[in-house]
């Protein structure tokens, strides 16, 4: 019997958090603890920073998507954040267009590569 996967968790505006409750990736985990966190004009940054990492420290978690400009509120926790596992996926929201220079995971895989390796 196969083991069960690792899940997506998002943290986001509500239309991105409900598209993707309503493609199927809602879960909770043996502690009732959802994978998701809307984020409202009353969500704190501590909350948002909070929730981020403990998405980090879940074993049940393989990838984060967070909205570009939520990730821009709490930075400092994404860009301390070095293992692949779960990886963390910066994502446009309808409100705010994605902007390929904030994203810190982009940002380092330019510094992997010179131009001569895209060739």
């Known amino acids: 019997m196969a083991g069960r996967g690792k899940?997506?968790?998002?943290?986001?505006?509500?239309?991105?958090?409900?598209?993707?409750?309503?493609?199927g990736i809602g879960?909770?985990?043996?502690?009732?603890?959802?994978?998701f966190l809307v984020v409202e004009k009353d969500?704190?940054?501590?909350?948002?920073?909070d929730t981020f990492r403990q998405f980090l420290t879940?074993?049940?978690?393989?990838?984060?998507?967070?909205?570009?400009?939520?990730?821009e509120m709490v930075?400092?926790?994404?860009?301390?954040?070095?293992?692949?596992?779960p990886a963390v996926l910066e994502i446009p929201s309808k409100e705010h267009p994605y902007?390929?220079?904030?994203d810190s995971i982009l940002r380092r895989a330019r510094g992997m590569f010179t131009a001569e390796d895209l060739r």
């Open 43 to 49: 969500t704190t940054i501590n909350e948002i920073e």
């Open 75 to 85: 930075r400092h926790a994404l860009d301390a954040h070095q293992r692949s596992i």
């Open 99 to 102: 902007d390929a220079a904030k």
């Open 27 to 35: 879960e909770l985990n043996k502690n009732r603890h959802p994978n």
């Open 58 to 71: 879940r074993d049940d978690i393989g990838i984060i998507l967070i909205n570009q400009y939520i990730a």
């Open 7 to 23: 899940l997506i968790a998002v943290i986001g505006d509500e239309d991105t958090v409900t598209g993707f409750l309503l493609g």
